[in-house]
């Protein structure tokens, strides 16, 4: 899977530089670590492992733009429940299911022009 080459760009320190705000960051991510990491992924079969393994990837990176949250004196992660809220629900697992529908209908236009002579 392209979860690597989408670790390449995060471990780069991209992420944790000072010098760039949240949400350039998160538009970093949306528009370059996501498309790397999900390429071709209409074709997959979404186990849950996969499923496991994009979910975890996707919030360690959310961790490391947003930083950890000061409660009460504590420093502490910020809980999945958070980075939902962060994210608008709309998680890489979503913009997997969203990706394919588009294929979808990019296959059924194809067939529906695709006027070859079989021989």
């Known amino acids: 899977m392209f ?21 350039v960051k998160l538009q970093l991510y949306n528009t370059l670590s996501r498309p ?9 079969v979404l186990k849950g492992n996969v499923t496991n393994k994009l979910m975890t990837f ?9 930083g950890a949250t000061r409660t009460d004196g504590y420093w502490r992660i910020k809980t999945d429940q ?4 962060i994210l608008n629900g709309q998680n ?9 529908i588009n294929w ?5 236009r194809v067939a529906e022009d695709n006027y070859c002579a079989e021989d």
Do not use: M
């Open 92 to 100: 890489i697992i979503g913009f997997i299911k969203k990706q394919r």
């Open 3 to 23: 979860i690597k080459i989408g670790h390449t760009v995060f471990t780069k320190k991209l992420f944790s530089s000072k010098l760039i705000s949240r949400n």
């Open 58 to 66: 996707e919030r360690k990176i959310v961790r490391k733009i947003f």
């Open 104 to 108: 979808l209908g990019h296959v059924e």
């Open 36 to 44: 790397t990491v999900t390429y071709t992924s209409e074709t997959w």
């Open 82 to 85: 958070e980075i939902n809220d």
